[in-house]
């Protein structure tokens, strides 16, 4: 991938992630009923970093899970391979407000098959999506309750996020590519 531009560095996704944190404790009034759930594979060190946020702002400890969406997603081959157990929540998140964390939202089926996946594991009060990057696109009619920057893009671009705990870094790129 070329890389276009640098669209956010260490320091704006951080900022970032206090503004989301505020906002979630503002529209939650407060987090006693909060869940956080983190999509794999960079949703989760999001989730993680407003829970530590969340922490530092209100004293309290929220439940964190990671998500893997694999065997929901609705491009995955079921012929192919025989899906494993999903794995269940170590907690409860009925009547839970679940706030679900992802890096990039695009064209809404990650986040689809996400739903699928905390349905599956009980019937919370609600969901709320929180994303760092909204590129726009969407094929499915999901939007972002949390967002930390919207970013248009054309479908022939592609953003990528860089975390520090995965990649030795953080931070936003947007880039040419010829895929999807």
């Not at 671009?157 to 895929?179: A, F, M, N, P, T």
């Amino acid at each position: 991938m070329k890389i276009k531009a640098l669209i956010m560095d260490e320091q704006a996704i951080k900022r970032a992630i206090t503004r989301i944190t505020h906002e979630i404790i503002e529209k939650n009034k407060g987090v006693q009923n909060l869940v956080i759930i983190g999509i794999k594979t960079r949703g989760w060190p999001l989730a993680l970093r407003i829970k530590e946020s969340i922490m530092n702002i209100e004293g309290v400890d929220v439940p964190a899970f990671p998500l893997d969406i694999t065997f929901y997603r609705d491009d995955y081959e079921k012929d192919i391979e025989e899906p494993k157990s999903v794995e269940k929540f170590t907690f409860d998140i009925k009547d839970k407000s679940v706030i679900l964390v992802d890096d990039v939202l695009y064209t809404g089926r990650t986040v689809r098959a996400a739903l699928d996946a905390i349905v599956d594991n009980g019937r919370p009060n609600n969901v709320e999506l929180a994303v760092l990057i909204d590129r726009g696109h969407r094929e499915l009619p999901i939007r972002a309750d949390f967002i930390g920057k919207n970013v248009p893009t054309s479908r022939g671009e592609r953003v990528k996020v860089y975390l520090e705990e995965l990649d030795g870094k953080s931070q936003v790129v947007i880039g040419e590519s010829g895929e999807k």
